[in-house]
């Protein structure tokens, strides 16, 4: 009888001493790292990049209203912007970066140190959001005379960053006219008048992209026109040919590329990610 007894006692004790431990953990879950509940963290991530609180708020705005959130110049975000003549239509921009990484797939996320998207500017005039390195810039949307290109880094959030109290931006000039630059002596065929092979149609309206999205059949060197107009403002990108055309809101935007190279190559939107179509090249 003794010795059930202080098996017992025994029993309750280590009973006793794991629910203990269980209401420890749980009460240190809740806790979080700030004394309140809080988002996970990603392995490697610190509290201050989960919760995105790197740098600091600013109430002072960038040109287009975006707050900015500054952060110290050593290891800060750096931009510069590059231009160079496409050999079809307008430009072809290259955003060199430091100290940044593009994060498509967390874009409206907390505020990750070094990382984010761009704006595209013309004259203060926005064009497109950017999330890679390159995008193509149509002349049809360059109007005749002198212009300033300007490219700003913004976190996930949308904040601007920004050092001692200025955005982090890049600007170049730019001139259009009846010749491009690099292309002296020739004149320029707006993109919808460039000759094609095979043009393709598309309307993007409330999400839904008419006609539905198929396969675009091409012989490799074939010429093609994607002419888009979407309800709302975005950004077409065409897989694998690095090409991206900005579709401002109501209005047909026209992109003509060769079929230089074969394969299968997505044509789909930034901002709304539907697929427009499947160019399939042979």
């Known amino acids: 009888m003794p010795p059930r007894t202080a098996r017992g006692r025994g029993r309750t004790t280590r009973a006793a001493a794991l629910l203990a431990a269980a209401l420890l953990l749980a009460g240190g879950a809740a806790a ?75 874009t409206g996320g907390a505020a990750l140190p070094g990382a984010g998207h761009a704006h595209l500017e013309l004259d203060g ?17 360059v109007p005749e005379g002198a212009h300033t290109l300007t490219v700003r880094l913004y976190a996930d959030d949308h904040t601007a960053w920004a050092v001692a109290g200025k955005a982090v931006e890049g600007a170049l000039p730019l001139t259009a006219g009846a010749a491009t630059p690099g292309q002296a002596g020739h004149s320029h065929t707006p993109p919808s008048q460039v000759p094609a092979d095979r043009t393709v149609t598309i309307t993007v309206r409330d999400g839904k992209v008419t006609p539905a999205p198929g396969r675009t059949e091409l012989r490799r060197g074939e010429r093609l026109a994607l002419r888009v107009t979407s309800d709302r403002a975005d950004t077409l990108h065409v897989h694998g040919y690095d090409k991206e055309l900005a579709l401002p809101a109501g209005q047909e935007a026209v992109l003509v590329l060769t079929a230089d190279r074969t394969g299968l190559f997505e044509v789909e939107t930034h901002g709304s990610r539907l697929v427009l179509t499947q160019l399939l090249v042979r």
Do not use: I, M
């Open 32 to 106: 979080g790292c700030g004394g309140r509940a809080t988002t996970h963290h990603k392995p490697g991530t610190s509290h201050e990049q989960a919760t995105g609180s790197v740098g600091t708020l600013l109430d002072a705005q960038d040109p287009t209203g975006h707050r900015l959130r500054e952060v110290p110049v050593e290891g800060a975000p750096q931009v510069q912007l590059a231009a160079r003549p496409d050999s079809e239509d307008g430009w072809n921009l290259q955003l060199t970066v430091k100290n940044f990484r593009f994060t498509p797939d967390s």
């Open 125 to 141: 005039r926005k064009l497109a959001r950017l999330y890679g390195s390159w995008f193509h810039l149509p002349a049809a949307q």
